[in-house]
């Protein structure tokens, strides 16, 4: 539909060609978002954060009615490129003006590797169907595994952000059996089985600290420490988290990339096809087994290389950090943002992770107030804030006439 | 008949769930181009038929001969990739995916699989995809040329014939030697039901050396397009031969209404 090439012709009002109008709603969209974003994070009393997210429903609500989200999409399918490009400069520009505010940025990274960890169970949950309500716990496998590293071996800190993932990726492999061999919500129990298991073992472990976790070494590059902030004579000044929300930044972009090019595949295709009817898929030639197999270790592999960098920036780790709870969470970024897009996965971590900060008083009823919002979503708006759209094997492409 | 090749043939099939014989000692050969029609009341194992052969179940007892390999104990996959390929009764298409997704599915054994491909050779990628999307909006076509103009459209937006089409499609893009379909006018108008048969007619004037077997209640349906029909009761095969002959057959009426 989004390739048909009729459309893509029609003179628009204005006489602008109705793409390129597109792409200037689009980029206003950004500059608006990201305007917004540094309004709501400079807010200190919770009557401006309460007043700003009317502000947010009400904007979108408007924008909706204008059919204002009808070009968005548009500019996002026509103009990837220039989209993503501001989006990227968006969250720079974010990082920039808050560059002094360490809980800021700490904040903003975390978002970042909340996606980063949300695209690996879309892989997961969003493209196959496996649940996976364990992410928290293969969050903790990347965190310990670079803990311990950094600890224990002079390996570069970016090659254990690797092996973070990797090992998250070899824990997975334990699952992947009794996964395989349950169906449907018999697997999600698996792993649910796994998160408790994986906490009951790290608070019994001495090595790993018991109950009161450890403190992990700082990320480097090149010699070049993270858990430093930069200070220059004329005063001014970069708080060292924002290092960390560029590099956090950098992996997810990267990841980004990866999760839209297996969308984009016939490995996409195939996946989709599993989620969606097992049997049929099996009478067109799919292997289930290596689907799922694959996506499961795919996504594993991401959240253990979010788990890894979120543990160099914490600083410190514990089994609290990664309890069943937090698997929920993650569960809860995908189902509200919208299963299978990407895009919808920031919107999520923003609410998910910002909103209690912002509003201290909901901080105790935050999971309340999450699963709340995830049954609403699933009852009035099955398919998430952001629902995914058809799949769009090559940007831009429009066939032959 | 005898000039023609056998493409299938299946010896004594059985299945039992428990204590039911769903299928009893089925013998049943089609040649190669044949349409071949299955008929029988409800719950005499027609289904249960093309799902043993297609390696949902298991034989209970048996065997088939699929173009000369022995396909008894293959799996679903294993069955396809041999050149077996099915629609539903209860058509099973992915809604909310688009027309394109939906006929691609069943083109599973030439889509290139890799891992490197996919993900990190875009731009042979895009000139594989095209290759794809040509063949499979050229297969549309034949069904119907304002389908072929919304291959990005969700399936789940088409109507019901619209999604037989496409479901047939699907089975068809990958060339099968032998094609199954299972009561293809289920929740169709009389009238749409035509038009999905003249489609089917015209697939096989393109594709002469496609076998069919047809599941299919609407007699006229039968009269029209099969050449051979079979027609099974309490999974047992009791007549075989032309329309004509098993219509007028005295156990196949005893079967359908109960009396002599």
């Known amino acids: 539909m989004r390739q048909s090439p009729v459309k893509s012709s029609t003179p628009a009002v204005g006489g602008l060609p109705e793409s390129t109008r597109a792409l200037g709603v689009g980029l206003l969209a950004a500059a608006l978002v990201t305007g917004y974003a540094i309004w709501f994070l400079h807010a200190e009393d919770e009557l401006t954060v ?4 009317v502000l947010a429903v009400v904007a979108t609500v408007v924008a909706a009615r204008m059919g204002a989200f009808r070009h968005v999409e548009r500019a996002f399918s026509e103009h990837e490129k220039v989209m993503n490009g501001a989006a990227i400069c968006g969250v720079i520009v974010v990082a920039g003006v808050f560059r002094e505010d360490h809980f800021t940025l700490l904040m903003i990274a975390t978002v970042l590797l909340y996606m980063l960890a949300g695209l690996g169970l879309t892989i997961q949950f969003g493209y196959l169907g496996l649940v996976n309500l364990s992410g928290a716990s293969f969050l903790g496998v990347g965190a310990y595994t670079s803990a311990v590293m950094l600890e224990h071996t002079s390996v570069p800190p970016l090659l254990i952000l690797l092996a973070g993932g990797l090992m998250s990726a070899l824990a997975g492999c334990l699952l992947i059996l009794p996964v395989l061999r349950a169906k449907g919500h018999h697997a999600a129990v698996v792993t649910i089985a796994f998160a408790i298991l994986f906490k009951s073992f790290l608070e019994v472990n001495d090595t790993l600290g018991g109950p009161q976790g450890l403190t992990t070494g700082e990320m480097s590059l090149l010699g070049w ?6 200070e220059f004579a004329n005063g001014f000044f970069i708080s060292f988290y924002f290092k960390y929300l560029l590099l956090s930044l950098a992996l997810l972009v990267v990841a980004f990339a990866l999760t839209k090019r297996v969308e984009r595949s016939w490995i996409g295709l195939s996946m989709d096809a599993v989620r969606l009817d097992e049997t049929a898929a099996a009478c067109y030639g799919l292997n289930i087994a290596r689907w799922k197999a694959l996506g499961f270790t795919l996504g594993n592999f991401l959240i253990g290389i979010a788990g890894a960098l979120y543990a160099m920036m914490l600083g410190y780790i514990a089994p609290a950090n990664f309890s069943f709870g937090d698997s929920l969470i993650l569960v809860s970024i995908v189902l509200l943002g919208g299963m299978g897009n990407p895009w919808g996965l920031a919107v999520a971590s923003a609410i998910v992770v910002i909103l209690p900060e912002k509003l201290q008083m909901i901080q105790e009823y935050r999971f309340l107030l999450f699963a709340s919002l995830v049954v609403l979503i699933l009852l009035f708006r099955p398919d998430g804030l952001l629902p995914r759209g058809m799949r769009n094997y090559i940007p831009g492409w429009r066939g032959k006439a | 008949m005898t000039d023609k090749e056998v493409l299938l043939s299946c010896e004594g099939v059985t299945r039992r769930f428990g204590g039911l014989v769903a299928l009893d000692d089925l013998n049943l050969d089609v040649n190669r181009g044949d349409i071949m029609g299955l008929l029988g009341p409800n719950g005499s194992g027609k289904t249960t038929f093309f ?13 088939a001969l699929f173009d000369g390999e ?20 209860r058509s099973r298409m992915c809604l909310s995916l688009s027309l394109l997704d939906n006929i691609l599915v069943g083109d599973h ?9 996919n993900l990190f050779r875009r731009g042979a990628f895009a000139r594989d995809f095209e290759r794809h999307f040509e063949d499979a909006r050229d297969l549309v076509k034949v069904f119907s040329s304002a389908l072929a103009d919304c291959m990005f459209d969700a399936v789940g937006a088409f109507p019901m014939l619209d999604r037989r089409r496409i479901e047939i499609c699907r089975a068809l893009i990958s060339q099968p030697k032998l094609l199954l379909l299972d009561e293809p006018s289920a929740g169709m108008t009389h009238e749409e039901t035509h038009q999905l048969m003249d489609d089917i007619l015209s697939v096989r004037e393109r594709t002469p050396e496609l076998a069919i077997i047809i599941i299919e209640h609407e007699m006229s349906v039968m009269e029209r397009i099969t050449e051979h029909c079979a027609v099974l009761n309490f999974g047992k095969k009791i007549c075989e031969g032309s329309y004509e002959d098993v219509v007028h057959n005295p156990q196949v009426r005893e079967a359908y209404l109960g009396i002599e």
């Open chain 1, 50 to 53: 309460g007043f700003l997210l």
């Open chain 1, 225 to 230: 420490g993270f858990n430093s902030s930069i």
């Open chain 2, 51 to 63: 799902n043993v052969l297609t390696g949902i179940y298991d034989f209970s007892d048996g065997q």
């Open chain 2, 70 to 89: 022995d396909i008894t104990r293959h799996r679903a996959q294993a069955v396809y990739r041999a050149g077996i390929a099915r629609t539903f009764q």
């Open chain 2, 109 to 117: 054994k030439r889509l290139n699989l890799g891992l490197g491909f």
